[in-house]
């Protein structure tokens, strides 16, 4: 088959997409990234071809903090919410779309599967079935679909216990309607419009997103994921996607590892990292009079002289790591909250400590705290005492650990590389016989 994998241009969007495009070119379909011209060398490293973004689409936005240096200067809530969808993820989506129907036009795909937040598929979805070709949607975020007690994606709410709650939740909804999710509908509904498709049937764009297509595949497990009583049928869960793989070298320190001590891992992240103060170096100094642990440190890109204060004699920093290599070794990860990250530490039991607010990084915390898992900071800048209590009552508690290593057992039983071939098969049977 002729397979088509795109994302909004953002490592963390993207990632997912190219694993799932080299399990499908190990199965021997022929397949092609289309993305911004700056990942070109990342979907060649994973056995792809490549076409980039046309025009304006073809934007760089791996610093996000340079592409839209505004957007540090925003106060958190849901104004701000929909100005980073808009500019981020919206705005250049009629030239997305235009290479999209140009690239399919030229290729003939078989199927396109693009990232839960990239808007192009859209124009598409909302046409005549016969004119496109079967459509999957990955997602790289939590689960976005309407929740049973009213609450909005991105408020970082718990599942309501409660008639009270649930109430609180709606009103919090409802304030929030005007100024974050209805002026995104009526957005994408205007870019429709002028390319001749109807609007949206339904007042989510995050519902659109998991609804319209012919399967959506959400990276992770029922169980770290809060129930829904309606979930659509294209729903299915993949568990987790292999670490991308990269041809970083172990560090010189890489022996260290191997001792007795139990193995801390810091990170920020690759767009979050622009101020290692942030948790990097208040993990360092938390910690550094604990010798039963080893904390090691990636920072993502950033030069490691940027990282203020001293590096203790526990303490290992690098600027990239190999994480297949590494994360098997971890007993913990303090994390700001990746959703990628925190879904290959929980694969393999590992208990975590967060320390993050922005993008999606409260709902990622809520629903660890929810499940057990670890334990959330509920703060981009932790103090070091803060974080020293979190890691040592993440090792004292075992119920960290046994609900962690459960939640890997879960993971065990699914196969993400055999769920999307076969989805891809069934979604491009299902389009043959819906045409026959």
Same mark, same amino acid.
């Given at each position: 088959?002729?397979?088509?994998?795109?994302?909004?241009?953002?490592?963390?969007?993207?990632?997912?997409?190219? *694993?799932?495009?080299?399990?499908?070119?190990?199965?021997?379909?022929?397949?092609?990234?289309?993305?911004?011209?700056?990942?070109?060398?990342?979907?060649?490293?994973?056995?792809?071809?490549?076409?980039?973004?046309?025009?304006?689409?073809?934007?760089?936005?791996?610093?996000?903090?340079?592409?839209?240096?505004?957007?540090?200067?925003?106060?958190?809530?849901?104004?701000?919410?929909?100005?980073?969808?808009?500019?981020? #993820?919206?705005?250049?989506?009629?030239?997305?779309? &235009?290479?999209?129907?140009?690239?399919?036009?030229?290729?003939?795909?078989?199927?396109?599967?693009?990232?839960?937040?990239?808007? *192009?598929?859209?124009?598409?979805?909302?046409?005549?079935?016969?004119?496109?070709?079967?459509?999957?949607?990955?997602? &790289?975020?939590?689960?976005?679909?309407?929740?049973? !007690?009213?609450?909005?994606?991105?408020?970082?709410?718990?599942?309501?216990?409660?008639?009270?709650?649930?109430?609180?939740?709606?009103?919090?909804?409802?304030?929030?309607?005007?100024?974050?999710?209805?002026?995104?509908?009526?957005?994408?509904?205007?870019?429709?419009?002028?390319?001749?498709?109807? /609007?949206?049937?339904?007042?989510? #764009?995050?519902?659109?997103?998991?609804?319209?297509?012919?399967?959506?595949?959400?990276?992770?497990?029922?169980? %770290?994921?809060?129930?829904? =009583?309606?979930?659509?049928?294209?729903? =299915?869960?993949?568990?987790?996607?292999?670490?991308?793989?990269?041809?970083?070298?172990? /560090?010189?320190?890489?022996?260290?590892? !191997?001792?007795?001590?139990?193995?801390?891992?810091?990170?920020?992240?690759?767009?979050?990292?622009?101020?290692?103060?942030?948790?990097?170096?208040?993990?360092?100094?938390?910690?550094? !009079?604990?010798?039963?642990?080893?904390?090691?440190? *990636?920072?993502?890109?950033?030069?490691?002289?940027?990282? /203020?204060?001293?590096? /203790?004699?526990?303490?290992?920093?690098?600027?990239?790591?190999?994480?297949?290599?590494?994360?098997?070794?971890?007993? %913990?990860?303090?994390?700001?909250?990746?959703?990628?990250?925190?879904?290959?530490?929980?694969?393999?039991?590992?208990?975590?400590?967060?320390?993050?607010?922005?993008?999606?990084?409260?709902?990622?915390?809520?629903?660890?705290?929810?499940?057990?898992?670890?334990?959330?900071?509920?703060?981009?800048?932790?103090?070091?005492? !803060?974080?020293?209590?979190?890691?040592? %009552?993440?090792?004292?508690?075992?119920?960290?650990?046994?609900?962690?290593?459960?939640?890997?057992?879960?993971?065990?039983?699914?196969?993400?590389?055999?769920?999307?071939?076969?989805?891809?098969?069934?979604?491009?049977?299902?389009?043959?016989?819906?045409?026959?």
């Amino acid at each position: 088959m002729k397979i088509i994998v795109t994302a909004a241009p953002l490592a963390g969007h993207l990632n997912p997409l190219l *694993a799932a495009g080299r399990m499908l070119a190990e199965d021997g379909h022929e397949v092609i990234a289309y993305t911004a011209s700056v990942f070109r060398s990342s979907a060649e490293a994973h056995g792809l071809g490549f076409r980039p973004f046309p025009g304006r689409a073809d934007v760089d936005m791996r610093d996000l903090d340079t592409f839209f240096p505004e957007r540090k200067l925003m106060p958190q809530g849901f104004e701000t919410l929909r100005v980073n969808f808009e500019r981020i #993820f919206m705005e250049r989506t009629p030239d997305q779309y &235009a290479g999209l129907q140009a690239l399919t036009d030229e290729f003939e795909p078989d199927v396109i599967i693009a990232g839960g937040l990239f808007y *192009a598929t859209l124009p598409m979805l909302l046409g005549p079935r016969s004119k496109r070709p079967a459509i999957i949607h990955c997602g &790289a975020i939590f689960l976005g679909f309407s929740r049973d !007690d009213g609450a909005l994606p991105f408020s970082g709410l718990p599942p309501a216990r409660n008639e009270e709650e649930r109430a609180a939740y709606r009103e919090i909804a409802k304030k929030a309607q005007d100024g974050y999710m209805m002026p995104l509908v009526h957005y994408l509904n205007s870019m429709l419009d002028k390319l001749g498709r109807p /609007p949206l049937a339904m007042t989510s #764009f995050f519902d659109a997103s998991v609804m319209l297509p012919d399967f959506y595949l959400q990276p992770g497990v029922p169980s %770290l994921e809060y129930p829904r =009583r309606n979930l659509p049928s294209t729903l =299915r869960f993949i568990g987790a996607l292999p670490t991308p793989a990269r041809a970083f070298p172990l /560090p010189d320190w890489a022996g260290d590892l !191997d001792g007795p001590r139990k193995i801390v891992l810091v990170t920020q992240g690759t767009v979050a990292n622009f101020d290692l103060g942030r948790l990097i170096a208040p993990a360092f100094a938390a910690l550094a !009079d604990e010798p039963d642990l080893l904390v090691v440190a *990636a920072t993502g890109g950033r030069p490691i002289e940027t990282l /203020p204060g001293t590096i /203790p004699p526990n303490a290992r920093i690098a600027e990239f790591l190999p994480f297949d290599w590494l994360l098997p070794k971890l007993d %913990l990860l303090v994390t700001n909250g990746g959703y990628g990250s925190v879904l290959n530490a929980l694969s393999l039991g590992i208990p975590l400590v967060i320390a993050g607010t922005t993008e999606d990084k409260k709902e990622v915390s809520a629903r660890v705290t929810w499940s057990g898992v670890g334990i959330s900071l509920g703060t981009d800048h932790p103090e070091p005492a !803060d974080i020293k209590r979190a890691v040592r %009552l993440a090792f004292d508690t075992p119920t960290y650990k046994s609900r962690a290593a459960a939640m890997a057992q879960e993971f065990e039983s699914y196969d993400p590389h055999r769920i999307i071939s076969s989805l891809v098969a069934e979604a491009v049977q299902n389009r043959h016989f819906a045409e026959g």
